[in-house]
């Protein structure tokens, strides 16, 4: 069973920052793309970051310039620094990646359970 496994969440105030942190787990062969999501209250689930094997990295416009998502292959890890938090950042987190288990042709798509961000003004 592939699991990730969110961590980093919690209460800052506008213009902190915190750094979420999402691993996999279990038996893979090999992980493709990894990703943040976030979903507001009230609101559809958005794309926040990408980055791809090879370290290619894709942006939302509202957190271009302030998130940072890098990845450690090795740690089978993905991370994303947020700074200069905004309240309209506050949203459940989710990660995401394309998982190819051990034993198994196919990649398929994993999500996390979720961290809580809140941003206070």
């Known amino acids: 069973q592939v699991q990730l496994v969110e961590s980093g969440g919690g209460l800052v105030q506008a213009g902190g920052s915190l750094r979420l942190s999402c691993a996999a787990s279990?038996?893979?062969?090999?992980?493709?793309?990894m990703g943040w999501y976030r979903q507001a209250p009230g609101k559809q689930r958005e794309l926040v970051a990408t980055i791809t094997t090879s370290g290619s990295t894709n942006y939302a416009g509202s957190v271009k310039g302030r998130f940072t998502i890098s990845r450690d292959n090795a740690k089978r890890t993905v991370y994303l620094q947020m700074n200069s938090l905004r309240p309209e950042d506050t949203a459940v987190y989710y990660c995401n990646a394309g998982v190819r288990a051990l034993g198994d042709n196919r990649y398929l798509e994993v999500w996390g359970q979720g961290t809580l961000v809140t941003v206070s003004s």
């Open positions: 279990g038996i893979i062969f090999s992980i493709n793309g």
